[in-house]
């Protein structure tokens, strides 16, 4: 059995701090808390983690000062910030600080967890870890290729099923053709992706929606692309 991802959970408030680590703990992740920045640090400097989730708003070192001082030191450990702020400019600051992507509070579980397995997917390619997760009222298993409603199961292609890692791990925001054509296929867009991936998305509703005619999951916004509205946060 491959090892367990580390994750080093930075937040000085005990209910998210209990929920976070106890939900990476049933994904099978080995989770370690601190609860200042001071602690981070410390912990920091005598462990190495796969992930650290740092919240920004923390006593003693503020989780900005924390990642500037880390990544300034060389520390090449992939950093998610944990933040309350929701304004586009302080996520853009939180990114230019270092931090390899950033989750606003409030966040779903669902949410969090796709994007936990995106950024350490993107370390190391063939890590196998939390490759369940629910979309919509589907079960997926990325490692098997299967989607489940209700006991029934429904294969999906690999393709497909980087595309509905890529809308989980991007719920309540248009996504254009050209961003899931440049995250999904890895090219730019031509003629021919914007077909390729309209055909690529009428094929999986055809698998995963009720009524393909009326997608519920993947939704079409006129004009601009495509959405996954998640309403569990
Ligand atoms: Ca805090």
């Not at 959970?9 to 609860?35: C, K, R």
């Not at 708003?57 to 500037?68: A, N, R, V, Y």
Request: aromatic share 6%.
């Amino acid at each position: 059995m491959e090892p367990k991802a580390k994750i080093l959970v930075v937040e000085d408030e005990q209910n998210i701090q209990t929920a976070l680590v106890d939900f990476l703990e049933y994904h099978g992740f080995e989770a370690s808390v601190a609860v200042d920045g001071l602690e981070a640090e410390r912990i920091v400097a005598e462990q190495s983690f796969d992930l650290i989730l740092l919240d920004l708003m923390l006593p003693k070192i503020s989780g900005e000062q924390l990642c500037t001082k880390w990544r300034r030191e060389g520390l090449q450990t992939p950093i998610m910030m944990l933040t309350a702020k929701g304004l586009e400019k302080e996520r853009v600051a939180g990114l230019n600080l270092g931090a390899d992507d950033y989750i606003t509070k409030p966040f779903s579980l669902e949410e969090l967890l796709a994007r936990i397995n995106a950024v350490l997917r993107r370390m190391d390619p063939t890590r196998k870890v939390g490759q369940k997760f629910q979309f919509a009222d589907l079960e997926i298993d990325i490692a098997s290729l299967t989607a489940r409603r209700n006991g029934n199961e429904i294969s999906i292609s690999k393709r497909e099923a980087e595309i509905i890692q890529y809308f989980a791990a991007n719920p309540n925001r248009v996504i254009s053709r050209d961003e899931l054509y440049k995250e999904v296929w890895h090219e730019i867009m031509t003629d021919l992706g914007t077909r390729t991936t309209d055909m690529h998305i009428a094929k999986l509703r055809g698998k995963i929606e009720i009524d393909s005619n009326e997608p519920q999951i993947i939704k079409t916004i006129r004009g601009a692309g495509y959405k996954y509205e998640n309403q569990i946060s």
